[in-house]
């Protein structure tokens, strides 16, 4: 539920700095947290007020009605796009200045669980992506793209980031860009990274760095996603909201800033079930329940992939779950103005 207030309106504005600072400051990954918990807590006040039904949608909220949900955990304050794009943004930036030597096995830059404190360069840059994130997620909204315009603009802004401070946008392709297995026999790098300012040595780095190894095999995405799409199809037909399974999904974030292992990300197999789930015309409980299924296993499956191509060989943080959910919310729109879905939960070029 991005909200348009427009693409310069001052105190938004203000504040999409503010958010990006914020989430450099206290690390991508609590960002995210903090988005999905306001999220959750929105969501909720917004079914027990309203007494259920379909929550504000992309695009269709003004800033009078938007809520929490839609002001401040998918809006200018806290939201992906903003928060957590300008966290990675800033941790990029960290990353070729080596301002961080952690234990971290990858490139520090893709570092997202560590906060980057007050550092006034790096609040700067989470701030400048934080305006520019929600530039990317208003120009969305205006053309009515046919994709969630957060997830869209925190992939953007991840490509963004890697070109405006000198690293490779797709990293290094020396390896089959699909296969997993130089992680698993553990082969490290044996180069530097660059000359000159920044540079980082690459030895003792994996020639492969799987974004959440544990999570990282197709079957393991696939029976995760189903359990996921299941949960979130359910919630959404029960409350009516497309965003509350998704709230909670992303609260798992702050697992992850917290040290706990092997705890699944799962808000990019939760959103695209709960949108299917309430999208499909005159469905019963079970099969709308069972749709958000299939998306759940569809995101899922599309998450891994973006993680195999555009994070596991690169530099930088790419967010594989905001990949996936900008593929699966662009198949939902195509459904939709093909007549097969009905929904708001995206926009469709105002074809639907």
């Known amino acids: ?47 027990t007020t309203d007494g259920g039904g ?37 941790a990029a930036f960290a990353g070729r200045k080596g301002h961080l030597d952690t234990d971290f096995p990858y490139h520090e830059a893709k570092h ?12 700067a840059v989470g701030g400048v992506f934080g305006i520019l994130g929600y530039w990317l997620a208003q120009l969305s909204l205006r053309l009515a ?13 991840a490509l963004l980031h890697r070109a405006v401070f000198g690293y490779s946008l797709v990293g290094r392709l020396d390896t089959d860009v699909l296969d997993m ?4 026999d553990g082969d490290r790098r044996m180069a530097t990274d660059g000359d000159g300012e920044g540079a980082q040595s690459l030895v003792g780095r994996y020639v492969v760095e799987p974004w959440l190894s544990y999570q990282s095999e197709w079957a393991v995405v696939t029976v995760l996603g189903l359990v996921v ?15 509350l399974a998704f709230g909670i999904a992303a609260t798992g974030m702050l697992f992850l800033t917290a040290g706990v292992e092997r705890f699944p990300v799962t808000h990019h197999m939760a959103l695209p079930a709960g949108i299917a789930a309430l999208a499909v015309p005159n469905a019963t409980p079970v099969v709308a329940v069972l749709v958000g299924g299939g998306f759940g296993v569809l995101g899922g499956v599309l998450g891994e992939l973006a993680q195999r191509v555009a994070y596991a060989h690169a530099d930088t ?22 007549g097969v879905f009905q929904q708001a939960g995206v926009p469709t070029l105002g074809l639907a």
């Open 1 to 47: 539920m991005a909200v348009d207030g427009g693409l310069l309106a001052v105190d938004l504005l203000l504040v999409a700095f503010a958010g990006g600072a914020i989430g450099a400051a206290v690390g991508g990954y609590a960002a995210y947290g903090l988005a999905g918990l306001t999220i959750t807590i929105g969501e909720i006040a917004r079914v």
């Open 54 to 90: 379909t929550s504000l949608v992309s695009g269709s909220a003004d800033l009078g009605t938007a809520g929490v949900t839609g002001l401040v955990g998918y809006g200018p304050v806290l939201g992906p796009h903003v928060a957590f794009a300008g966290a990675a943004a800033a």
């Open 112 to 123: 997202l669980s560590t906060p980057l404190g007050p550092r006034p360069a790096a609040l």
């Open 145 to 157: 793209l046919p994709w969630d315009p957060v997830a869209a603009s925190v992939v953007v802004s």
């Open 181 to 184: 297995s130089p992680y698993e």
């Open 229 to 243: 799409g299941v949960f979130g199809g359910f919630l959404a037909v029960a409350t009516g909201s497309y965003f």
């Open 317 to 338: 943080h790419f967010d594989p779950p905001s990949a996936s959910i900008v593929l699966t919310t662009l198949l939902v729109a195509v459904l939709d103005i093909a």
